[in-house]
Structures are given as structure tokens and as C-alpha cells.
């Protein structure tokens, strides 16, 4: 999984951020505002992505595979064809849309499974930094029960607690965070988990186990790649009544010329509807800095044009599940399988580019076209 690229701060400062890329063109220090330049909030592009399975020897096969299908928080993702238009269906799994082949077959083939979409995505931000208008933690519990129950629970795969909101460690951490912040405004205490996230787990992609990392092991580690730091985190905001899930999909960084789709997780958190159309924001958990304001200003209520969602977590056992394994293969002796995942894109353009401003009031907009 990548990770978000992260900030560097300088006598000049150049930022550079999933799409959220540009440097400071003005600092007041008057009114404290800062502006922005050549930040990207739309951008439009088409997408392949799925696996590719070499079948050769002698034998029966069976391959399964539940392709997701794209979404975007602001714009469109629109499935312009299916790679291999045979043994599917359209099924909701976990609540999520998808295309599910089941194939039998023996001997020699070849199989590309997957989709390709036609994008067109616009960047989202929460303006308000300072919770206004956010839910209580008593506010959720009592007038979204549903949602604080789906979403407060831990997750388990195979009777390994992955999502461990009843950890110890975990439960005890978090108290103390929310205790210290003297506040119970859902949108606050979310971002304090965020900043205690930030500045004791590191980032550090895996190097021989591929494997997702349960929240308790990336929390005695202190470090984990981005689904690992999204567990704790939606581990550390259920621990104490804010409802979170994880959100998988890809990141499209890099410019028409040069394009670095990779697979991507991060997290989002009901904070009520005042704050967004449906009351979840996103948070990215992943991404890097030495300064603590800017990763709160770029990565917590905010969501590139360059982040394509393929799976939204719906707090079960089977959700989380669903969205770490890929396609499932069950095969004899006498044969011999390679499955390659890959992810393409075609036809990227920046359709629009703003400045990004912070007010005074720590208000964030995108302003004036470029």
C-alpha cells in the first residue's frame, strides 16, 4: 500500500500532497492566513485495474474474484467495460457494489478479470478546522444508535481482532486523550486521536510480510504501513464512541506524463451531518511531516481528486475481510497458477487548478481559479 506523500518546510515551502500540491505563494502575518498555488481539485482519467491468472498443466481450476467497483467523493467513476465479459454477476456484498466471476476450467488460459472506468473526481475538504457544528459523543450515541453500533465494534479475521477498539492499550490511550482534551465534540477529540497517531506511530511500509498488521501490533510496534495506521486509528475513535471505518482504493499521483497509481487505505469518522453531506469525514493516515499543523491542514478532512474508493468497510467481520483478500484460487497438483494484480491509467488531465487558502479563522477553501 503507498503511502501520502509528506511536507517539507523551508525557507521556501513546497507542498506535495495526493493532488493537494503546490507552494506558499503568500503568508500575512497579520491575519496568519496562507495561500496557496497550483493545487490541483479536479482532475479526470480512465482506469483499468483487477488481476491477471496464466492457468497452464493438467488439472481443474476454480478462480473467484469480487471486483469492486470505483466511487468518488465529489464527481464521477463510470465503468466503460468489463475485461472479461464471461461467468460474472453483479452482486452487494458487505454493502458494496461489485463484480464477482466464479469460473471453472482445466488446462491452458488465460484470464484478465477486472474493469476499466472512466473518472472524472473533484477534491473534498471539511473547511472548518475547529468543530463546529460536530456531534457530541453523546449526540452520536443517542440520535445515530445504528450507526454507533456498527461502527464501535471491533473486527476480527479468523479470530484475529484486527480492528481492537477493547484493547487495553488501546482503550486506555485514547481515554486519556479524550480526558486531557476537556471537550466531547466528536470532530475535536478525532482530531486529537489523530495528532497522537501522528506523532507516535510511524509510517514504514512492509518489507517481507505483506500482511495487514492487527491494531494492537501496530500500536506495540509503533510503526505500520497505511491500512496498519487506519486500524489503529479506527481503533483508537471507537474505543471511545466515534464511529470509524476503513476505506481501501487507489491514489493516482503523478501528472499526465508520469502516473504512480498505487493501492491505498485510509479511514473516515462519523462526526454528524452538519459537517458533511452524510456526517463521515475522511482522514488520511499515512502521509508524513515535520510539522504537525500542516499534516492537520492536508490530511484530516480532506480528500485528494486523486483518491478512486473501491471499498467502504461496513463494520462487520466479513467486510474486513472482503476488503484485505483479493481473488481466491483452488487448483490440483497438476497445475501451475501466476496471478498478477494491476492497476493502468490512460488519459489523465488536470481539469482544474485553485488556490488553497487558510484564514485566520482556520477556515480552508479553495479559492481563485489558476
Given at each position: 500500500?503507498?503511502?501520502?506523500?509528506?511536507?517539507?518546510?523551508?525557507?521556501t515551502?513546497?507542498?506535495?500532497?495526493?493532488?493537494l500540491?503546490?507552494?506558499?505563494?503568500?503568508?500575512?502575518?497579520?491575519?496568519?492566513?496562507?495561500?496557496y498555488?497550483?493545487?490541483?481539485?479536479?482532475?479526470?482519467?480512465?482506469?483499468?485495474?483487477?488481476?491477471?491468472i496464466?492457468?497452464s498443466?493438467i488439472?481443474?481450476y476454480?478462480?473467484?474474484?469480487?471486483?469492486?467497483?470505483?466511487?468518488?467523493?465529489?464527481?464521477?467513476?463510470?465503468?466503460?467495460?468489463?475485461?472479461?465479459?464471461?461467468?460474472?454477476?453483479?452482486?452487494?456484498s458487505?454493502?458494496?457494489?461489485?463484480?464477482?466471476?466464479?469460473?471453472?476450467?482445466?488446462?491452458d488460459?488465460?484470464?484478465?478479470?477486472?474493469?476499466t472506468?472512466?473518472?472524472?473526481?473533484?477534491?473534498?475538504?471539511v473547511?472548518?478546522?475547529?468543530?463546529?457544528?460536530a456531534?457530541?459523543?453523546?449526540?452520536?450515541?443517542?440520535?445515530?444508535?445504528d450507526?454507533?453500533s456498527?461502527?464501535?465494534?471491533?473486527?476480527?479475521?479468523e479470530?484475529?481482532?484486527?480492528?481492537?477498539?477493547?484493547?487495553?492499550?488501546?482503550?486506555?490511550?485514547?481515554q486519556a486523550?479524550?480526558?486531557?482534551?476537556?471537550?466531547?465534540?466528536?470532530?475535536?477529540?478525532?482530531?486529537?486521536?489523530?495528532?497522537?497517531?501522528?506523532?507516535?506511530?510511524?509510517?514504514?511500509?512492509?518489507?517481507v510480510?505483506?500482511r495487514v498488521?492487527?491494531?494492537?501490533?501496530?500500536?506495540?510496534?509503533?510503526m505500520?504501513?497505511?491500512?496498519d495506521?487506519?486500524?489503529?486509528?479506527?481503533?483508537?475513535?471507537?474505543s471511545?464512541?466515534i464511529?470509524?471505518?476503513?476505506?481501501?482504493?487507489?491514489v493516482?499521483?503523478?501528472?499526465?506524463?508520469?502516473?504512480?497509481?498505487?493501492?491505498?487505505?485510509?479511514?473516515?469518522?462519523?462526526?454528524?451531518?452538519?459537517?458533511?453531506?452524510d456526517?463521515?469525514?475522511?482522514?488520511?493516515?499515512?502521509s508524513?511531516?515535520?510539522?504537525?499543523?500542516?499534516?492537520?491542514v492536508?490530511?484530516?478532512?480532506?480528500?485528494?481528486?486523486?483518491?478512486?474508493r473501491?471499498?467502504k468497510?461496513?463494520?462487520?467481520?466479513?467486510?474486513?475481510?472482503a476488503?484485505?483478500?483479493?481473488?481466491?484460487?483452488?487448483?490440483?497438483?497438476g497445475?501451475?497458477?501466476?496471478?498478477?494484480?494491476?492497476?493502468?491509467?490512460?488519459?489523465?488531465?488536470v481539469?482544474?487548478?485553485?488556490?488553497?487558502v487558510?484564514?485566520?479563522?482556520?477556515?480552508?477553501?479553495?479559492?481563485?481559479y489558476?
Open positions: 500500500m503507498s503511502k501520502r506523500k509528506g511536507i517539507t518546510i523551508g525557507l515551502l513546497i507542498l506535495c500532497v495526493l493532488g500540491s503546490g507552494c506558499l505563494e503568500n503568508f500575512n502575518f497579520d491575519d496568519f492566513s496562507i495561500t498555488y497550483e493545487v490541483t481539485t479536479k482532475i479526470s482519467y480512465t482506469i483499468s485495474y483487477g488481476y491477471e496464466n492457468c498443466g488439472g481443474e476454480i478462480i473467484k474474484y469480487n471486483c469492486d467497483k470505483p466511487e468518488v467523493v465529489l464527481g464521477l467513476a463510470t465503468i466503460t467495460d468489463i475485461l472479461y465479459d464471461y461467468n460474472y454477476d453483479n452482486i452487494t458487505a454493502n458494496n457494489s461489485r463484480i464477482c466471476w466464479n469460473i471453472s476450467g482445466t488446462g488460459n488465460i484470464y484478465r478479470l477486472g474493469i472506468a472512466s473518472v472524472e473526481a473533484e477534491s473534498f475538504l473547511s472548518n478546522l475547529n468543530g463546529a457544528g456531534l457530541t459523543l453523546q449526540e452520536i450515541k443517542t440520535d445515530f444508535p450507526i454507533f456498527q461502527y464501535c465494534r471491533e473486527q476480527s479475521i479470530n484475529m481482532v484486527y480492528i481492537g477498539p477493547d484493547d487495553p492499550n488501546i482503550k486506555s490511550t485514547a486523550i479524550l480526558n486531557q482534551a476537556n471537550s466531547t465534540n466528536s470532530f475535536n477529540i478525532a482530531k486529537e486521536l489523530f495528532i497522537w497517531l501522528k506523532q507516535n506511530i510511524a509510517y514504514q511500509a512492509h518489507t510480510d505483506s498488521q492487527p491494531a494492537n501490533m501496530t500500536y506495540q510496534l509503533g505500520g504501513d497505511c491500512d495506521l487506519s486500524f489503529l486509528y479506527i481503533s483508537l475513535c471507537r471511545i464512541g464511529p470509524a471505518r476503513f476505506i481501501s482504493g487507489f493516482v499521483e503523478g501528472n499526465s506524463d508520469i502516473l504512480d497509481p498505487e493501492a491505498h487505505g485510509w479511514a473516515e469518522v462519523f462526526v454528524g451531518k452538519n459537517i458533511s453531506s456526517g463521515w469525514i475522511p482522514v488520511e493516515c499515512a508524513s511531516s515535520s510539522d504537525m499543523d500542516f499534516q492537520i492536508f490530511d484530516f478532512g480532506v480528500e485528494g481528486a486523486d483518491n478512486l473501491l471499498f468497510d461496513d463494520g462487520s467481520n466479513e467486510s474486513l475481510n476488503s484485505i483478500y483479493g481473488a481466491w484460487l483452488q487448483y490440483g497438483e497445475m501451475h497458477i501466476n496471478m498478477t494484480s494491476f492497476i493502468e491509467v490512460d488519459n489523465y488531465s481539469l482544474e487548478s485553485r488556490e488553497f487558510i484564514d485566520e479563522s482556520s477556515n480552508r477553501v479553495f479559492g481563485e489558476i
